[in-house]
């Protein structure tokens, strides 16, 4: 069945960038998402970028998609500590938009 | 825009109990997911709702797990009996169009 795979783990130095990275096998994926999660809550939609395009950028998020490699990364420009928190991978699915999900990375932002 | 609200957000139960969960999603949205997160993973989908009719129940537990959503707006999630494995965050989601989907705090279930 499909499988997005990411890294566990990311740690940060406050002010540095971040890229977290993801890998994917539906190559037929028409959408692929970033989403955050904070200790307790539900799953915030970042961003998301559609498949016939290779990079999308919004405000200190850049996500750049190589469909070749099926491979996704979500970069995040001058991290802060708010910024700490899991990050999950998505693609869509099927026929009804199903969401897969990676099992995240979690980003650690250190001073 | 109010967003995605679940009730309740923790429950404890007893392996065998029944537990219910409640979902109400963004006014409008016609397409509403239940998924299931278990501890250091990402959500799996359990149902999908397009207004009133499901879509897409394949990994959904059928001997313990059901699902309604009356009047294509609120709905409920029900598991009965529980067990150990069950305990997870059961997040809910609405979608207007599809590909955006947004997601309520959840209900965190821990079955003992």
């Known amino acids: 069945g499909e499988d997005v795979e990411q890294s566990l783990f990311l740690s940060v130095r406050e002010g540095d960038s971040s890229v977290i990275n993801c890998t994917y096998t539906?190559?037929?994926?028409?959408?692929l998402y970033w989403y955050k999660q904070e200790p307790g809550a539900g799953l915030q939609l970042l961003t998301y970028?559609?498949?016939?395009?290779d990079m999308k950028q919004d405000q200190r998020l850049t996500v750049l998609l190589n469909k070749k490699d099926k491979h996704l990364s979500l970069r995040i420009a001058d991290t802060q500590t708010g910024d700490s928190a899991i990050y999950f991978c998505?693609?869509?699915?099927?026929?009804?938009?199903?969401?897969?999900f990676g099992a995240g990375t979690r980003l650690a932002v250190h001073p | 825009e109010a967003g995605v609200a679940q009730s309740p957000r923790y429950k404890i139960i007893e392996k065998r109990q029944s537990v219910a969960f409640w979902c109400n999603p963004i006014?409008?949205?016609?397409?509403l997911y239940w998924y299931q997160q278990i501890l250091g993973q990402g959500p799996k989908l359990l149902i999908q709702?397009?207004?009133?009719?499901?879509?897409?129940d394949s990994q959904l537990p059928k001997d313990r797990f059901s699902a309604e959503r009356l009047k294509g707006v609120d709905s409920t999630l029900k598991i009965q009996p529980a067990k150990l494995e069950d305990s997870a965050v059961y997040l809910c989601?609405?979608?207007?169009?599809?590909?955006?989907?947004?997601f309520g705090p959840g209900t965190r279930l821990t079955v003992t």
């Open positions: 539906d190559s037929s994926s028409t959408y």
């Open positions: 998505a693609v869509i699915s099927g026929g009804y938009n199903k969401l897969i």
């Open positions: 970028i559609f498949s016939n395009m």
């Open positions: 989601a609405s979608s207007l169009e599809g590909y955006e989907q947004y």
């Open positions: 709702f397009q207004n009133n009719g499901v879509v897409d």
């Open positions: 006014s409008g949205h016609a397409t």
